[in-house]
């Protein structure tokens, strides 16, 4: 608050303006903060708040204050002897003040602003970009008037009447009121916090309980090639191993997809594997019956399981690609794969644009 320097906007109240501040460190200290400061000179607020802080403290409730100056800078505020407050200095290796400012800024719990300049405005956005709690006392203007009106704006953690409060004339009980405005911005960031960490805890569990069922799901379809046994005629056991392992290996890839997504909908992901993979896997068996109309009088499950799975996990993963076709009128027609082409097979060439042609065998 140093009378002498042109500030824009300009600063009003210096005289009362100093006695305001060792208010507000006074309430500081019996509010039970900790301060930080960079400087001791009197033409900066940290004198008069740090003065007033010792006066709000005793034997049975100490405070702190950690001091940042950078390395050629010293620190002496003069505090009277028997004074409950340890001062604890930190030297920066940066020899500008503006380094450990700015630095310490990101680890602190609130932000006082009283009067100053372009700085003090840079450190309010920074502060409220952040979701630091705030307290520019605007009523003595300079760069606090401005983060007023910014925070106005932006609000985080600020109501209605902490925005009315830090408007206000200095007035008798203004430090006890401003500094319980910043201890309930600061439980309403904790609340936040502890509401954002249960969030992502939640998320953490959804996240891994979907890739274990992923997991599950693709290890079940694997043990079908397992399980499936030799070739023969199409019965109950052999048609439920080929329909089955494809579509669990769908419902797979589509989890698996889902755990890049930033809002993970398991539940709903799977059933929309599911119904890819269901209409993928059935429209290659469709061409398979097509091209080899007697391929369930001689079915061998487990060589066309080592198609039916990939084409299941792939349709899974890509279902957003799978139902852009099917809403364009395309069916996603996969290829016939060279094992189990009929004697004679061909697949003619498609012209750009046109739909893929479905392979037929000859006579």
Known sequence: MDGTRTFTPPLRAVNQARAACRELGRELARAGFDIAVFSSKPTYIEHDVVHGYAEGTDEQNPGRVAAYPPRHREIAFALP????????????TSGEWEVAYYRTLLNCDGVLMVGG????????IVAIAQGIPVLPVATFGGGAGQVWINLDKVRNHADDEDISLL???WSADAAVRLTASLVRQRTRRAEQARIQERADRSLARRTGGGLAIAVLCAVAALAALVLAGGPGRADARALTA???APLLASVAGAMIR????????????????????LVTVLLYF???LLAVPALFDQLDVRRLLFFAIPLGFSSGFTFDLVYERLRAGAAPTPPLGP???APGATVPPTAPGAPPHTPQGTP
Do not use: C, H, M
Not at 81 to 92: C, I, M, P
Not at 117 to 124: L, P
């Open 117 to 124: 300049g372009q700085a003090t405005r840079v450190a309010g």
């Open 81 to 92: 002897e028997g004074s409950s407050v340890t001062l604890d200095t930190y030297r920066d």
């Open 242 to 244: 080929l329909t089955a």
């Open 339 to 341: 094992e189990l082409a």
């Open 286 to 288: 469709a061409s398979q």
């Open 258 to 277: 889902n755990s890049f997504e930033t809002e993970a909908g398991w539940v709903r992901a799977g059933i929309r594997g599911l119904g890819a993979g």
């Open 167 to 169: 408007g206000q004339d």
